[in-house]
């Protein structure tokens, strides 16, 4: 069978087609547009078939290939983790623009799950002493393969939030933790089921983590120190009323490429 008459067959979208097909002939993009008339090997309709198959069942494309792009980093990516997606980029934009600005040069990153967060920060801040945490030994395990694959220098470590930090502090702290109410309806659609639960939803109200790390913050920040979080699209007005309750100042939201408030922050005074 020839590349184009499998693609055609596939019942997916051609971009996903194609990127499955890439996949497991291990190839780059490009050399479809001058092999689309290629006759292929059983073994390899067979292996494609097989992704279809569980692409059909609703397996996410990441997870099949075990890779995604996330900053321009083609990060390992397994079930143990959330999938990067690109609103999470404003937030890294966010937090290496006020650690350039500050000349800081440490930065703790929450629930790290891939390490998307602490590896883009660390592609952008030469010299900046990156720590990431994670409560998951599984997600911890795919970050740190990350960060040795990639060459970027993380000090990673178990924890649940700030429990095994002790008292130590940081003039940055970020997170993109899970913020997904328990009975939202999205849990059931597009990849989410198969992701880790753990990593989506932040309780009943979807703010529970959010809470726990505004909180847990003002033992780890240092005076001016600031916190940048990333929530859902409709919570920021509930983000910004935590933080200012509790003592931030500067605090203000930004918006994603929807126009959607997506990251809050501000600052301890």
Known sequence: MRVSELLRGANLADREAELLLLHV???ERSWLFAHSDAVLATDVIEQFNSLVARRGRGIPIAYLVGEREFWSLPLTVSPAVLIPRPDTELLVMWASAIARTEHWQSVLDLG???GAIALALASELPGCVMTAVDNSV????VAKNNGRRLKLAVEWIQSNWFSALERRQWPLIVSNPPYIRADDPHLTQGDLPSEPVGALVGGQDGLECIRAIVHGSLDHLVPNGCLLLE?????????????SEVGFSEVESRCDLAGHERVTGGRLR
């Open 25 to 27: 002939l291990k190839r």
């Open 231 to 243: 929530h859902g699209y409709d919570q920021a007005d509930q983000v910004r009323q935590l933080m």
């Open 112 to 114: 790290t799950g891939s």
């Open 138 to 141: 599984a997600a911890l395990g």
